[in-house]
DNA sequence: GGAGTGACGCGGC
DNA sequence: AGCCGCGCCACTC
């Protein structure tokens, strides 16, 4: 069949995907995807994951391991709490080893 | 129907 | 070396 729109399912299902304890790129997920220019979707999509309890955003950063979506939770750092409660440090809104932490659907 | 936005990424200065 | 702006795709009003 035609991939419509299932451009926020992708997302939610590469989302969904990310172990605990790891993070991963809105970019990555868009490669993941075949659409490594629709990054900015990507976090649009994300904007919408509030509909699915199974995607974890917060474990979903930029490609700096900025927490760039925490503004968006409920709370002012529940995106910062969530991460240092999966073993993520923190650091200046920026998750420490990110690089270590960064978890790639491809190489899953 | 059209226009604007947006939790990004990259390049240029 | 840091800072700024632009572009892309998909969705919403």
């Not at 997920?29 to 974890?56: C, E, F, L």
Request: net charge neutral.
């Amino acid at each position: 069949m035609k991939v419509k729109s299932d451009f926020f399912l992708q997302v939610y299902e590469i989302v969904r995907m990310v172990p605990r304890g790891r993070v991963t790129t809105y970019g990555a997920i868009a490669k993941a995807i075949g659409a490594p220019q629709s990054s900015r979707t990507v976090g649009y999509a994300m904007n919408a994951s509030h509909s699915i309890p199974d995607v974890p955003a917060h474990r979903v950063v930029n490609r700096v391991g900025m927490l760039t979506g925490k503004h968006h939770f409920p709370g002012s750092d529940t995106m910062q709490r969530l991460l240092q409660e999966e073993g993520i440090e923190i650091n200046d809104d920026c998750v420490v080893e990110f690089e270590r932490l960064l978890w790639l659907p491809n190489t899953m």
